[in-house]
């Protein structure tokens, strides 16, 4: 038995901005083509969110090819699509509660690659419901994508979603692990797999486009001081990008803000050179004997 009200205002906040987030989603996988810039299209969805009624969680992911998340167009990015794997990850919230919610587009020709990763996550969320194990869905991910003759990403996992927190307990491996934990109806998650045709692990690169709070501080330097207020009023600890402080000169306020540990990086993460990594996901709420996918589209 459970005693969580799904219909309370949490709830019913979680369900809003994934209802937000499927709109914008749906209609921002028509504006990526090939010539079409990426920093149009991040901006474009993360205005679309604002209007909606929504906030972005985080800045519009759009990893390339090999990288398989935290790419996000600079302030003066001039990239645009070529025949790639284009990866969109995007995150909503309303007041903190949250939404998050990926993608893949392919420009590149490889519809399997594309199809391993969205039918695991199909074969993730039929085996969702209270008393689940966490292992058990890694295993789901994990023999549809090697069905496909492609590895899943074995260290990056979906995870649970609090508030004003993108990343919390539990984590949702994409491999059968031994050491699950217990789904409880109620819980909020987002599910995840990735499929690659490379070794199955990403790494850090050195470009770094999102940055979050690490942690309180006061600081002299008085344009890092207005950045650090803006970053901590607007957007708490959640990722945020370089481009959405209107303070000064904010990449060289950032820079300082890292130098002392008061803000971090999210280093783009990727996969060996000349492979390609697809991705899709959805934030779920747990019930008693299923759950509810609050970003599927209407
Ligand atoms: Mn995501
Ligand atoms: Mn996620």
Not at 114 to 127: G, P, T
Request: aromatic share 4%.
């Amino acid at each position: 038995m459970t005693d969580v009200d799904l219909e309370s205002e949490q709830y019913e906040k979680h369900r809003e901005a994934g209802e937000i987030l499927a709109t914008v989603r749906d209609e921002v996988v028509d504006r990526v083509e090939v010539g079409a810039r990426h920093l149009d299209v991040a901006e474009w969805a993360e205005e679309r969110i604002r209007d909606l009624g929504g906030e972005p969680a985080f800045p519009v992911n759009i990893s390339i090819d090999e990288e398989a998340a935290h790419a996000t167009p600079g302030i003066d990015d001039d990239s645009t699509f070529g025949e790639e794997m284009v990866n969109l990850d995007i995150g909503v919230h309303v007041d903190g509660w949250l939404a998050d919610s990926a993608i893949t587009v392919d420009l590149s020709g490889n519809d399997d690659l594309e199809a391993a990763s969205a039918e695991a996550l199909e074969a993730a969320l039929d085996i969702v419901e209270a008393g689940v194990e966490t292992g058990e869905i890694g295993a789901a991910v994990e023999e549809v994508i090697e069905g496909y003759g492609y590895k899943p990403v074995v260290n990056l996992t979906g995870h649970g979603l609090g508030h004003w927190e993108q990343h919390t307990e539990p984590n949702i491996p994409n491999r059968a692990v031994s050491q699950g934990i217990e789904l409880e109806a109620g819980d909020v998650v987002a599910i995840e797999p990735f499929a690659t045709n490379g070794s199955g692990k990403v790494q850090e690169g050195s470009a770094e486009e999102i940055f979050a709070l690490e942690r309180e501080a006061s600081v002299r330097n008085r344009q890092a001081r207005q950045a650090l207020d803006e970053v901590t009023e607007r957007f708490k600890t959640l990722p945020f990008a370089t481009r959405w402080l209107e303070t000064d000169r904010a990449e060289m306020a950032l820079r300082r803000l890292k130098r002392n540990d008061v803000v971090h990086g999210y280093p783009v993460l990727k996969e060996d050179d000349g492979c390609l990594v697809s991705q899709k996901e959805h934030t779920v709420i747990v019930t008693e004997d299923g759950c509810e996918v609050t970003t599927r589209s209407r």
